[in-house]
């Protein structure tokens, strides 16, 4: 029943900007904490960026300051800004739920996920 659909991905220059949405199908989308995450390949999910039901926003210190995430309610829907992309910045963008007594990194090996967006920065 639970459904999410990450888009936006593409292949930019270092530098560049690119914004990802997650689009959750389902019901009371605002009373869940939503977080994005990466994975490389031989590599487990990451946690890059967060927000919780309440809007409080979070990051690791590898993107603060070039990512920023949103949420649109009414729209179902959580955003990942990024500006500023370095190289190793390119992964499969997953969205997923986490737990905000645990934090983000609680969601890593969540049951649900989308079928990821790919980002990839290369010259």
């Known amino acids: 029943q639970v459904q999410l659909k990450e888009s936006g991905g593409g292949l930019v220059q270092p530098g560049g900007s690119l914004r990802l949405s997650c689009v959750f199908s389902?019901?009371?989308?605002?009373?869940?904490?939503m977080a994005w995450y990466r994975q490389t390949s031989g590599k487990q999910r990451e946690w890059v960026a967060a927000?919780?039901?309440?809007?409080?926003?979070s990051f690791v210190d590898s993107v603060r300051g070039r990512f920023f995430i949103s949420r649109d309610n009414d729209k179902n829907t959580v955003y990942l800004e990024m500006d500023d992309l370095q190289p190793e910045d390119t992964a499969v963008y997953y969205c997923?739920?986490?737990?905000?007594?645990?934090?983000?990194?609680?969601?890593?090996?969540?049951?649900?996920w989308g079928q990821g967006t790919q980002v990839t920065v290369s010259s």
């Open positions: 997923g739920f986490y737990d905000s007594r645990s934090g983000p990194a609680s969601g890593s090996r969540n049951a649900y």
């Open positions: 389902g019901s009371n989308f605002a009373f869940y904490s």
């Open positions: 927000i919780t039901s309440g809007s409080a926003i």
